[in-house]
């Protein structure tokens, strides 16, 4: 694959721009041939793999199962939740023929699989005995998006998960949303270093056929917020027109509860938004499929071989003892190449091994956040690199964190409210409860309530906007 | 999920039935809501799981990567191969809207990714530097199947992986051919205990658009033969109207040379279909998600108690040491219940504890291929496990071998050919290496040439049916 060069304009000048240059760049993703698709790169698989993974551990140990269900789903299906098909029905590709033949029943592709799941679920569960039903679909989405595409961000198609759960009671729904969420912010604070706020949809923008709407949001560098993963609670939306019933330990008949929830792709793209730099992308240790590259200096060939030598050893005792770590031995490239090439791809840690070093007996530790430079005692390599990276796992978090502080303001007036919004922040102000309000703020600033938080803040002033008796404390923000 | 009753066919007496009340019973599989599909239930996933694991640790273990490409791909780029195109194009389901919108290129829901990639490939690969590329993709493709759903074997949409690799030269696309063939091989006869004969496809029944196609060929209980994974050399069949070309070492521009290969979850369907038996399913002690599952054994409750204390020691014991055990301490089911649904599910070894096990300090184990019965000691119980699970995995394959041996045939006269085939086996025997003998062939007898084998074998006849100078020994078989 062509690696021109590095990345040509600055994050904080054109930031679109840098963003594109990053993704295809460092080897992510690329436009694909069909508009409005990507192609999901190896560097960026091997990212996404790391989140399946933590995700996929994650849930199954809390009880959950994979499952795999159709791509495709009959338009019937669909149209048996009325707010459900209404939502998505602008943007369903659909199946018309299968080889000559004209379908009866269109089929959508996969937009989101609520209906072809519980068409399922009605027949498999039958008793209380049958609860809770708790499963996953690792599978693609299709979502026809007319606007711009944005790697990660906006496609018409995305990887995802989707989780579908039946329970008995409102209640253990409610404790499903709140735990899947939370295994949620676990990966998206603690592995890939993004701070978010949590909170409530409003009915506005909760999940079309959802009960409520859980949400994780983190703030872009751009200003914009962004929606990093959601759990809803069903409610009987579903179970009622798909029949989901179980006879209870009262040996009567009820309408199931059930969950659904999902995260995507899109967390890689608040990964090189929230972290990259003017040199390229930089990858939290905890996600990185490679956290140390070997660097190898050298100027003759008996240097060359003897650091060769050395950098592997290197190598494979940072690899037994659990890292990551990658040795570029390619000869057709100068160090000063490769420093640039891995910086780009965000590698979080590089080891240079030269002469000298060998000599005595040290290696050379250079931090891709900070650029610090350190030599270290070889006898002490892999307690120093589990700190380092420790420290930059940190570091990485704390510099968001505090992106995110700095950037999330209060205000009790539609003036300052205005301004704030325009200056690219999540607002934190008083709203009235009345959805037409809440709509009239969005077209009239372009912001919208990315959240009610889950512990509710005292109130403090009238509606921002209509000067009311307030009933909730919102954060609003435009969104991506 | 309801769980009724056991198997009510022997295997012997219908198989397709058996084939279906195993795949649904045992939970592995459940027909969709829409025709031709069917729904990858948890067991059936977590064995696809392993399969999965295997396959993508050996694949990267030899350079390649995983990459994602979009589920629908542009009519135009499926017409560029033609023989490609004609061959996919009866089976293809195409998207002719998007929402309302009426689409001018129609969109094929991805019958197999050789066009989609390939375009991205030609703007990738410029030089020899960027040889080899060895990419390959998990994904799920659905051809439209007009006959009748057989879950995992014959159905309208299912999980593979396909690997797309493209090298300087034929030799070196031949050699990566034999490789990925070799991996396949290797996971179905030493991980599914699944014994294959391995050859090459004639040009009739290779893939649409390569140069040869090479097989792994089993013969199901009921004499039919079933591809197993395929692995094809494409020459420069796409790399020419796709443009794939490189500046080689000599300056001057080559067409590259690629390969493609697959392996999907029919995978799960012979292994259903070779080990099963009247009870259910035997799973192959290396892909098993559950190895060994612990039934607990007692009549008062304050035995319950100690039972259950010992079993779940017992088994942690056998997750420390590396093997997947599961206890069923469900207390609304009885043990001889239980016995029953495990042995459905194929879980290859059983553990009873029950009070005169704890006095003895001893554990009873019964084997799912065998139902041999042994009582061991404690102490000894590692070794032990790991021991029977290894004859249980040999058992497997040289029952399934022996069957494939006793059921591969040689024959020099076309009326023994016919009986032969009519009797359901692999018939070997000499062609004259026409195509035309070969289609009377298969409209006369329904048999096909399953393969001719790397190892050229010694001609020991003329032709079969047609009497001419024989070119090939071929194996011939009816497939599914």
């Given at each position: 694959m062509s690696k021109d060069v590095?990345?040509?304009?600055k994050k904080n000048e054109d930031f679109a721009e840098w963003y594109t240059q990053v993704v295809t760049k460092a080897g992510l993703a690329d436009y694909a041939g069909i508009r409005g698709f990507i192609v999901l790169m190896p560097y960026g698989y091997s990212i996404w793999e790391r989140i399946r993974d933590f995700i996929d551990k994650r849930i199954k140990e809390v009880g959950h199962q994979n499952a795999y269900f159709p791509a495709l789903i009959p338009e019937s299906f669909l149209r048996k939740e009325a707010e459900h098909f209404t939502g998505f029905v602008p943007e369903v590709f659909w199946v018309t023929h299968a080889g000559d033949e004209e379908l009866s029943d269109r089929l959508a592709v996969?937009?989101?699989?609520e209906t072809i799941a519980y068409d399922s679920y009605s027949k498999w569960i039958?008793?209380?005995?049958?609860?809770?039903?708790l499963l996953n679909f690792w599978n693609s989405v299709l979502r026809a998006e007319i606007k711009m595409t944005k790697p990660f961000i906006r496609t018409s198609e995305y990887l995802w998960q989707e989780g579908h759960t039946v329970h008995a009671t409102k209640e253990e729904a409610d404790k499903e949303v709140m735990l899947t969420l939370g295994i949620y912010r676990e990966l998206i604070?603690?592995?890939?270093?993004i701070p978010v706020l949590a909170g409530r949809k409003t009915d506005r923008d909760k999940?079309?056929?959802?009960?409520y709407t859980t949400t994780l949001e983190a703030l872009m560098p751009d200003g914009r917020a962004l929606q990093m993963g959601t759990s809803h609670n069903l409610g009987q939306n579903f179970s009622i027109p798909f029949g989901i019933k179980y006879i209870g330990k009262d040996e009567k008949e009820h309408y199931a509860w059930q969950t659904s929830w999902g995260l995507s792709w899109r967390t890689i793209g608040a990964l090189i938004m929230v972290h990259g730099d003017d040199k390229g992308l930089i990858v939290p240790p905890k996600i990185a499929p490679i956290q140390i590259v070997g660097i190898p200096i050298y100027y003759t060939e008996d240097e060359q071989r003897l650091v060769y030598k050395e950098i592997e050893e290197v190598s494979r005792s940072l690899r037994q003892a659990g890292f990551d770590a990658h040795v570029d031995d390619r000869e057709q490239y100068t160090p000063g190449w490769k420093f640039n090439e891995w910086e780009m791809k965000g590698v979080p840690l590089r080891i240079e091994v030269g002469p000298k070093d060998i000599e005595k007996k040290e290696v050379t530790l250079v931090r891709r956040d900070t650029f610090d430079r350190a030599r270290i005692p070889k006898e002490r390599l892999i307690d120093e690199i589990g700190k380092i990276l420790g420290e930059i796992q940190r570091n990485l978090f704390e510099r968001a964190k505090r992106f995110l502080d700095e950037r999330t303001k209060t205000t009790a007036t539609y003036d300052e409210f205005k301004k704030m919004v325009e200056s690219g922040v999540f607002v934190k102000a008083c709203w009235c409860g009345d959805t037409a309000c809440e709509t009239r703020i969005k077209e009239e600033?372009?912001?919208?309530?990315r959240l009610i938080p889950f512990e509710r803040e005292e109130l403090f002033s009238k509606c921002v906007r209509c000067g009311n008796e307030a009933r909730e404390v919102a954060y609003f923000g435009r969104a991506y």
């Open positions: 590095g990345i040509t304009v996969r937009p989101t699989s039958k008793s209380w005995r049958d609860l809770p039903l604070e603690d592995m890939l270093a999940f079309v056929g959802a009960l600033t372009g912001a919208d309530i």
